[in-house]
């Protein structure tokens, strides 16, 4: 089974402290993948500063030095990967970029750029901001040859007509009408690849992650967790795990505990070998 851990919205505002703090230790046992926002725009997501939030300004990845040289140094070392997490994220009216917003393919384009020159990497997974993407956005990933985190779906974007995508959402179909809510595998359509992500928030319990986990054991999957980090030291409601990162650090310990369990960054399970399949 394939562990990997996406954690969203890494931007001009993060601190390397911030990031050092949640992922210092874990990343002394497997990389995590950083969803990195190029060109941050203050409007109402929750993991802005306060001061900050509907200013509408836009804050370019480059203007913190102290993060770039941590983010340079940290993916040079394998601790880290850099993936892409929209252009400035936040749209007006709360409209979502990649699902409303135009202009998607040179976005994902000068993002890519932008971000692979400034911290010296190959960006290969694209995560859309809010987890919210549609066709226009798919299309303009898959023709910046990237792969998704996240899972599109028929109404968002994935081709009807192709029969990867009929078979797909038929696999899917199949295991909710089981009541299985998980997708412990990568799914393969025509042009990408995706891979769900599992969310650790406030509202998430250990339990519920470590069901999908074990069912992704079960079948030689894969299991992604999906994190942010400024949410980290928030309470949760479960009695097994008090916080944020308290509960991922009890999936970090089983993950590292169990010898069938590969640790990789989240682009390399993308990338990824026929292992990780429905029916392994
Ligand atoms: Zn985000």
Redesign the pocket.
Known sequence: MYFCIRD??TSFFTSPGELEQAYGEVTKHGPVSL?I?PFCRAGM?R?LPKDYRERWSVHPLADNRALVEYLRHGIAAGRYEAML??YH?DEPENRREFLEGSDLERKILDGKQYLEELLNTTIRVF?P??NAIGKNGLKAVTAAGLQLGGVAGMRHGWPWLSPESVKTWWELRRRRRQGLPGVPYVLHLADHREIAGNPLTPRTTFKQSLRLFDEATGIGGVFCAAT?YWEFNHPTQDPDARTVGEHLYKLVRRAVADPTVRWRSVGAVLAGTSAVTPHA
């Open positions: 969203d919205d969803a926002i997501s993991g997490h929209g994220h995560v901001p809010h942010h």
